[in-house]
């Protein structure tokens, strides 16, 4: 393994978060191809929101 | 092991590389969603866009290792550049052009080009000489993974972007897109002087070997020419399974949301499997994988074909076949890395995958040339299930280890 600090892997905390994060990315894809406009219309009214 | 110093941090060299491969990945992985819109504008056949695609993924490979050769010896920057602006070039060319030469030249030769610089070889050529062999397999496994994500990704997004605003401005966003593949180099940029002193030394502790010379060992490989003939392989299935499969099932008289729920699965699991893949080559004997990836192939397009064809059966197997759809890219290029180092893993990947594209296009065109000549796809299933096991075989053999040739080479 490399000594440098640079290249350590995510710290144990940050690892579930990236997960997470990657779960709730794939779901959303997923769901547009199941039912596109639903998704669509959710990303719209979140776009709304911020 | 005499390394060098890693100049990019491992976040912001994963972070770049994922969203490159993202965006070239999935924007090639959306161009079939245009058949339909630029030929019923222009009044061109099916097969007058085919043969778009066919040369774009011919042009694709056989540049690869040429690319990967300046990659490998002006390091990655310069090359992504390139393919953002070929890339967008491209797209635009695509949008606005309603001749054929030109949409081949485009579509076909320009966008073809654009993908050497920016896929796969390129990225992993940088995260090779930038991260230790223990790391290497889970590293490719990320990048790998987000190109996957592209694919899953784009296939809706485009599809929303061609209803929403038509066909030729949903190319000229995608080429806006591509644009950002520039920027993003930055991130994988490396000083001259660490490019120049990677590669050989840390893996051989031999004076380097030049372009030719590595080129020439490459070749004369026995196990490199068996991971060559494997990717052939996978090219085929993934090519035959990727176009024809919606038409196995319609003709199968099966509801088309059943075609798109198996293009889903696909996708989703293909992130999850390239994933999974990449992080196992850290433990396991990356050429065990690859037999095991190509065999399962095999057993699933098996089950497929033996058992009825049902909702199921189809989501079952495309599921399945996700979780094996990528999955071969992260050991592959990591056996190239480990059997002839990282100095030119660019070139040497990028003729691996050139194998991969004569597989791909091979997969397209026989599945049909069979279809027409016996009016099923019978023969192409078994033709692909034979080579899945063929494939594992070549696999077993090969040794990951360095050859005893690399060690004794003089300046």
């Known amino acids: 393994m490399s000594a440098d600090p640079s290249h350590r892997r995510p710290a144990p905390l940050l690892r579930p978060l990236i997960w997470l994060a990657a779960a709730v990315a794939l779901a959303l894809v997923f769901g547009w191809y199941l039912s596109p406009h639903f998704i669509v219309e959710m990303a719209g009214r979140f776009w709304s929101c911020i | 092991m005499n390394q060098p110093r890693p100049t990019l941090p491992l976040g912001q060299m994963l972070l770049c590389g994922a969203l490159i491969v993202t965006l070239s990945m999935g924007i090639r992985h959306s161009f079939g969603l245009w058949l339909q819109p630029i030929t019923l504008a222009h009044g061109w056949s099916r097969e007058d866009y085919s043969v778009a695609m066919a040369v774009q993924n011919l042009v694709w490979g056989a540049a690869g290792p040429l690319v990967g050769w300046w990659a490998d010896r002006s390091g990655a920057f310069r090359v992504l550049w390139l393919g953002a602006l070929l890339y967008a070039l491209g797209l635009v060319g695509m949008a606005t052009t309603s001749q054929h030469l030109p949409f081949v030249l485009t579509c076909g030769v320009v966008i073809g080009l654009a993908q050497a610089c920016s896929t796969y070889a390129v990225i992993y050529g940088v995260v090779g000489r930038n991260i230790s062999a223990a790391q290497r397999s889970w590293a490719m496994g990320i990048t790998a993974a987000a190109g996957s994500f592209g694919q899953f990704l784009m296939v809706p997004l485009a599809s929303t972007l061609i209803h929403g605003i038509g066909w030729s401005p949903a190319l000229i966003s995608l080429s806006m897109a591509a644009l950002l ?231």
């Open chain 2, 181 to 411: 593949i520039g920027p993003l180099a930055f991130g994988l940029r490396e000083s001259a002087r660490h490019h120049a002193a990677s590669g050989g030394p840390s893996v051989t502790d031999a004076a380097p070997l030049g372009a030719g010379a590595a080129l020439k060992e490459a070749l004369g490989h026995r196990d490199y020419l068996l991971l060559t003939a494997g990717y052939f392989v996978c090219g085929f299935q993934l090519a035959f399974i990727g176009v024809h499969l919606p038409s196995y099932l319609k003709d199968h008289q099966l509801d088309p949301g059943v075609a798109t729920t198996a293009l889903a699965l696909i996708g989703l699991f293909n992130v999850l499997g390239t994933y999974a893949a990449g992080s196992l080559g850290q433990r396991l004997r990356k050429t065990w994988i690859l037999s095991f990836i190509y065999a399962m192939r095999g057993v699933a397009m098996l089950a497929f074909i033996a058992m009825p064809l049902t909702p199921i059966s189809v989501a079952v197997f495309a599921a399945t076949m996700g979780a094996l759809w990528l999955s071969t890219v992260p050991p592959t290029n990591a056996v190239v890395a480990q059997m002839l180092g990282v100095r030119h893993l660019s070139m040497l990947g990028g003729l691996v995958f050139f194998s991969h594209q004569i597989g791909s296009f091979m997969g397209v065109w026989l599945a049909g040339r069979l279809y027409d000549a016996t009016g099923s796809y019978q023969v192409v299933w078994w033709l692909a299930i034979v080579l899945a096991f063929a494939a594992a075989a070549l696999n077993l053999p090969i040794r990951e280890h360095l050859q005893p040739a690399r060690r004794v080479v003089t300046a």
